[in-house]
Structure formats: structure tokens, C-alpha cells
């Protein structure tokens, strides 16, 4: 786990926080794309304009990760990454050395994330979701494992989780449009999910008081996710 004030063994520091910062750049300047492409009825809704989540951000973390070959004696169903969301805003993950990441689309079937060399995916995240009360679902992937001679080599990955600062209240308000367009009897899509059912009034009301981490983590309803493991203040 990368933070920009954690401790590192001295032989990667140097080459691991250039790369951090770089990918960071780019997240927050794709998370200013989505703000700026976003519906304004969705935009509304939004507790604050989106890049401005990140001021006094310390949270994004950069993970190192190492998939090991396989030995053998896996079971014949095990992958590598069980499929899951991100719970971050916005996740930058340059392509891989090797095959293997899956995403799901929303008809449920699985498709193979190219890893060309220089190229990148994103994915939107649970606190993305939540921000754009489900406008912007959160992508589930997985990694599966590697068949033939794929099987004896690792696999490295450099996820760059970008994360909101820790005061930050991210939940949409789904009566924003509601308040703002009342003459012309507008429905709100605010408090949307990606499902089609809507978010309760008591929790549509959360967004009105800081919502630190720990009390984000209380609110999904999946639970807590693989890349949570972080300290709290």
C-alpha cells in the first residue's frame, strides 16, 4: 500500500510515489471530465462539484499487487480476484504484463480488459455511485486465472484508488432537482440506483452531515470491500 505519507523500503520509494503522482494526475483530471460531461440533473445532486472532493485528499492509495504463478492444485473454479467493486470515486489501472481482468456489463455478461502495453482502464467506484445517486454505477471485475503457459508466469497490477478527503460527504441529495425545478413538477432521478429503486429519505438526508469513511462503510450495502483495509484517524 502506497500513501503518500506511508514508509517504504528505500529501493522502490523513489519510483513508486513518481508513479503514484503521475496516476493521481490523471484521475483527478478524468474525475474533472466526468464533472464536466455529467447531465445537470445529475450534476445537481451532487453534495459538491466533484473535483473538489479531492481538496486535502491524503487518502488515494496506490497498491502493488503480485498475482504468484499458479501451482497446480488450484480448484477448478478459483480466480485469482473474486468479483467485486471498488469503493473509491475513480480506480487507474494501467494495463498489466498479463491477461486476465474481467468486467461486467449491465446485462451481466463478462468481457476480457485488453492489456496492450500503454493502455489504460478505468473504473467508476461505490463512492462515484453513491455521488451521482447511481448514475454512474460502480464496475465489478474480477481477475481470473491464467490457462496454458500463462499459468507459470506472475502477474503485477498498479490500481491507483483515488479517494475524496476524509470530511467529505458524497452522497447525492435526490431532492435537489426536485427544490430546484418545484413550478415545473420535474421528477427527481437524483436518488436513483443503478437497480431502479430509489434510496430511502432518511438516507438521502446523510449527504446534510460530514461523512467520514468509516461512517461511508456503514452505509453500503454490500459491505465492506477488499481495498478498506486502511487506518482511520
Not at 466526468?34 to 492509495?61: C, H, I, K, Y
Request: with cysteine; glycine share 10%; charged share 25%.
Amino acid at each position: 500500500h502506497v500513501y503518500p505519507w506511508g514508509q517504504y523500503p528505500a529501493e522502490v520509494r523513489d519510483a513508486a510515489l513518481r508513479y503514484a503522482a503521475i496516476a493521481k494526475g490523471i484521475a483527478e483530471t478524468l474525475l474533472g471530465w466526468v464533472e464536466d460531461n455529467t447531465p445537470e440533473q445529475v450534476r445537481n445532486t451532487f453534495s459538491m462539484p466533484l473535483p473538489r472532493m479531492m481538496d486535502g485528499s491524503t487518502r488515494s492509495l496506490l497498491r502493488v499487487l503480485r498475482y504468484p504463478p499458479l501451482r497446480g492444485d488450484e480448484p477448478a473454479d478459483a480466480v485469482r480476484a473474486a468479483a467485486h467493486e471498488d469503493i473509491n470515486l475513480l480506480t487507474v489501472l494501467p494495463a498489466s504484463n498479463e491477461p486476465g481482468l474481467q468486467v461486467r456489463d449491465v446485462h451481466g455478461a463478462w468481457h476480457d480488459v485488453p492489456c496492450d502495453f500503454g493502455s489504460i482502464a478505468i473504473n467508476a467506484g461505490d463512492m462515484l455511485q453513491l455521488a451521482s445517486g447511481g448514475y454512474y454505477p460502480s464496475t465489478t471485475h474480477r481477475v481470473m486465472n491464467p490457462t496454458g503457459e500463462g499459468a507459470t508466469r506472475s502477474r503485477l497490477s498498479l490500481p491507483l484508488f483515488l479517494h475524496p478527503a476524509d470530511d467529505v460527504g458524497v452522497l447525492a441529495d435526490p431532492l435537489a432537482n426536485r427544490r430546484e425545478h418545484v413550478s415545473g413538477g420535474e421528477a427527481c432521478i437524483g436518488g436513483r440506483r443503478s437497480g431502479g429503486r430509489s434510496r430511502s429519505s432518511s438516507r438521502g438526508r446523510l449527504r446534510d452531515r460530514p461523512l467520514r469513511r468509516r461512517h461511508f462503510l456503514e452505509q453500503l450495502d454490500g459491505g465492506v470491500r477488499d481495498d478498506d483495509l486502511v487506518p482511520f484517524d
